[in-house]
């Protein structure tokens, strides 16, 4: 479109909107393109830990789902109503859930031990 005459079929104050959109239609295009270069999903999928996975083909399925919700608001279809609306929220929910576990994987866990050994050691009336 850049360069381009602008076209009659829609008004012209979402020429640069248009644009803008297929630049990154074209950018997301080419990312996926090198990723395919690089590694089959497959390939990828065996060399991550399960969360990893999870993470992957949450991208994936909330990437295809947006795009097809893209391509029905494009088309006039009222997608508040459709089914597409429904799995988008589905998949935040998952999405939510992986970063929850991702959280809890950072949070220090207690070694009971150690923390039963101290506590024993401490003679009364002291503060830590």
Same mark, same amino acid.
């Given at each position: ?15 640069e ?7 990154f ?22 060399? !991550? ?5 999870? *993470? ?9 789902? /947006?795009? +097809?919700?893209?391509y ?8 508040k ?16 859930? !992986? ?5 809890? *994987? ?9 923390? /039963?050994? +101290? ?8 503060k830590?």
């Amino acid at each position: 479109m850049a360069g381009e005459e602008i076209n009659e079929d829609y008004p012209v104050e979402i020429h640069e909107y248009l644009s803008a959109f297929e630049n990154f239609i074209g950018a997301v295009d080419k990312m996926l393109k090198t990723m395919m270069l690089f590694l089959e999903i497959s390939e990828l999928l065996q060399k !991550v830990d399960p969360l990893e996975q999870a *993470k992957v083909n949450l991208v994936s399925a909330y990437t295809l789902n /947006s795009m +097809f919700w893209v391509y029905l608001t494009t088309q006039g279809v009222n997608t508040k109503e459709h089914p597409v609306k429904q799995q988008l929220k589905r998949i935040r929910v998952y999405v939510n859930r !992986v970063k929850e576990i991702t959280e809890n *994987k950072k949070v220090g866990k207690v070694d009971r031990c150690a923390a /039963s050994r +101290f506590v024993k050691k401490m003679p009364l009336g002291t503060k830590a």
